[in-house]
């Protein structure tokens, strides 16, 4: 079985630029979120999506959204990028949204901001 | 301010000894607690995972053990192995309501041989 898939697996932008990533969940796990790794650090919650529906954002800006769609899989965009938006950005998918659904997280998108 | 914390960065053991890998937290409200391998070019893979209510959860050559009067817990890995050579992050959250994982800053583990 196909595991969490995420898409690209590197990018590379300049500052002001927007970004797209894309999140495919394993099958049948209806959750998904998105971390944001800097180096040096764990990962850190930005959201969560159940049932195509917002169900938890971190402390993140406005200029970072995403939406999950009828087949479950997910995309996150940062707008007017910056600097210190490189990192390497985790997606996770579980079961349910429970506590308790133990999350499983894709290789991740590094993405450079120059 | 650091909800979960990791004070070691690194840590080398020799195979076939303990490692021993250790989490604090600050949240007495978290009630469940996670650790996850991460090996390089890979994303996180879950471990083992232990509840407040108990204070030690096994599974092969791992174990957790949590304090809570210390908020503190700690991953034992018995016999360590090269293979088991990665970061380990440890995870909080709340099992009431909708929280999401907290993590810390990992911990790099070398197994020698």
């Known amino acids: 079985d196909a595991g969490v898939t995420q898409s690209p697996t590197h990018l590379i932008k300049t500052r002001g630029q927007q970004v797209t990533l894309r999140c495919s969940p394993i099958?049948?796990?209806?959750?998904v979120s998105w971390y944001q790794q800097v180096l040096g650090q764990g990962p850190q919650f930005i959201f969560q999506?159940?049932?195509?529906?917002?169900?938890g954002r971190g402390n993140f800006p406005d200029r970072f959204s995403a939406r999950q769609f009828p087949n479950y899989s997910s995309e996150l965009n940062v707008n007017a990028l910056l600097l210190g938006d490189s990192a390497l950005y985790l997606c996770a998918s579980s079961l349910e949204q429970g506590a308790w659904d133990i999350q499983y997280f894709g290789a991740g998108t590094r993405l450079s901001v120059l | 301010d650091q909800q979960v914390k990791q004070n070691s960065p690194s840590l080398s053991v020799q195979e076939g000894r303990i490692s021993i890998l250790n989490c604090d937290y600050t949240n007495s409200m978290f009630d469940y607690f996670l650790w996850y391998k991460k090996y390089p070019a890979e994303g996180p893979t879950f471990l083992i995972s232990i509840s407040s209510i108990k204070d030690k959860n096994e599974d092969g050559r791992f174990t957790v053990f949590l304090n809570k009067s210390a908020k503190h817990l700690s991953l034992h890995i018995v016999p360590s192995q090269p293979g088991d050579s990665a970061v380990y992050f440890c995870a909080a959250n709340l099992l009431s309501g909708n929280t999401p994982l907290v993590f810390g800053k990992g911990t790099r583990l070398s197994v020698i041989a």
């Open positions: 999506y159940y049932e195509k529906e917002e169900r």
């Open positions: 099958s049948g796990h209806k959750s």
